[in-house]
């Protein structure tokens, strides 16, 4: 059995969100400049270019990408063979999350009451945590700080199991279509098959997590994947909503198993800032 300290996890995770909130991954940026160089709009090709400009300013200035630095998300995967040591789990999740907002001087935007009393806990806290126990004695912690324009933008269809290919391929892209300009375009999407109502869009949002340029390892969805994201650059919406070709970088699915009776999918919207980072402790 190995020992993690919960002081270990708070300052793992407080790195991650302010890392994550500054500084964009590869892949990512590199999406964005082959965006602008490929762009055929000039206006499009601006924008994109301004996108780039601003990556640049955050990482040498060291402030957040976007003002809106997002909910705290974070995914993690507990060895079945670890023992957290010094403190409640989910209080040092919670603590680190507090730490990166206030003391890395980001938005705290998270409100402790959703109707009755939208008071601001003015420390971004807390977090929504996903957790899973896994072999080993290691853990996996994925922060993905969520920015709301975009995750206004999701939505979640409990399909007929009898529903085709092209009524799901359909379903996404018209999702998109009626986000428009909301979700600061070029978007990526993060799209959950299968499981119940409430897994699909954990799958959904964990496909955002994947990193842009890796495709599903089921060459079935792997091919769907790219033809969502041929189909929904077909509609013109653009960068930031003025027209082009590039409406999103990248689509990613995940999926997973689920009842004779349903087929739920559940599409997650994020803006051109997919940011997440990702530590094993």
């Not at 994109?48 to 400009?53: F, G, T």
């Not at 976007?66 to 060895?79: L, N």
């Not at 023992?83 to 989910?90: L, R």
């Not at 999407?189 to 994947?210: C, E, M, Q, S």
Request: aromatic content about 6%; glycine content about 8%.
């Amino acid at each position: 059995m190995r020992e993690i300290s919960a002081e270990t996890i708070k300052n793992t995770v407080k790195m991650l969100f302010i890392d994550a909130n500054h500084e964009l991954g590869e892949d990512e940026k590199r999406a964005i400049e082959n965006a602008s160089k490929n762009e055929k709009s000039q206006v499009g090709q601006s924008i994109l270019n301004a996108l780039c400009e601003n990556l640049k300013a955050a990482k040498e200035l060291h402030i957040p990408i976007c003002q809106d630095t997002g909910m705290a998300v974070v995914f993690i995967d507990v060895g079945q063979d670890v023992h957290i040591t010094g403190g409640s789990y989910e209080d040092a999740i919670n603590k680190g999350v507090a730490e990166a907002y206030t003391e890395g001087f980001m938005r705290a935007s998270v409100v402790k009451d959703p109707i009755f009393c939208r008071e601001n806990t003015k420390n971004n806290t807390p977090a929504v945590i996903h957790t899973r126990i896994v072999d080993g004695d290691k853990i996996k912690i994925t922060a993905l700080p969520k920015g709301f324009g975009s995750e206004n933008m999701s939505a979640l269809k409990m399909f007929n199991p009898s529903a085709t290919r092209e009524e799901i391929i359909d379903f996404v892209v018209e999702t998109v279509k009626k986000a428009g300009s909301n979700p600061c375009p070029p978007i990526e999407v993060g799209i959950g098959i299968g499981g119940t109502f409430d897994y699909a869009p954990i799958l959904a949002k964990n496909a955002l997590a994947r990193g842009i340029n890796t495709e599903n390892a089921n060459p079935d969805y792997a091919r769907l994947e790219k033809e969502i994201l041929g189909r929904i650059n077909d509609l013109g919406i653009g960068p930031q909503g003025f027209g082009g070709d590039t409406t999103a970088l990248g689509v990613n699915i995940e999926y997973y198993p689920t009842h004779i009776a349903g087929l739920p999918v559940a599409v997650n919207i994020n803006c051109h800032v997919m940011r997440h980072k990702c530590a094993i402790i």
